[in-house]
């Protein structure tokens, strides 16, 4: 069963940057599209970003032009860069396959907040 452990999260003012880490267990991963997804209070959980197993990636509009995933296969982990943080960013931050496959982890709670 794969694990996934995402990192990273805290709390930031608006303007503020993170960049939140995920590492999955098992062999496949350099060959598995991920994605980054996050639920916020009282909402359906929503993909924020994807990037396939060769490296192009696609976002929400939402947070286009400032978020940033990336992958390190041979770490086996992926990451996002959140840049220019709202507090309609706030949630807790999951990562998971693109088709959502694996158990889901305990995730990273991201807040921004003055």
């Known amino acids: 069963q794969v694990q996934l452990l995402e990192s990273g999260g805290g709390l930031v003012q608006p303007g503020g940057s993170l960049k939140l880490s995920c590492v999955a267990s098992?062999?496949?991963?350099?060959?598995?599209?991920m994605g980054w997804y996050r639920q916020a209070p009282g909402k359906e959980r929503e993909r924020v970003a994807g990037?396939?197993?060769?490296?192009?990636?696609n976002y929400a509009d939402s947070v286009k032009g400032r978020f940033t995933i990336s992958r390190d296969n041979a770490k086996n982990t992926v990451y996002l860069q959140m840049n220019s943080l709202e507090p309609k960013d706030t949630a807790v931050y999951y990562c998971?396959?693109?088709?959502?496959?694996?158990?889901w982890g305990q995730g990273t709670q991201v807040t921004v907040s003055s």
């Open positions: 998971n396959t693109a088709a959502m496959s694996y158990r």
């Open positions: 098992g062999t496949l991963f350099r060959i598995t599209a």
């Open positions: 990037i396939t197993a060769g490296g192009n990636t």
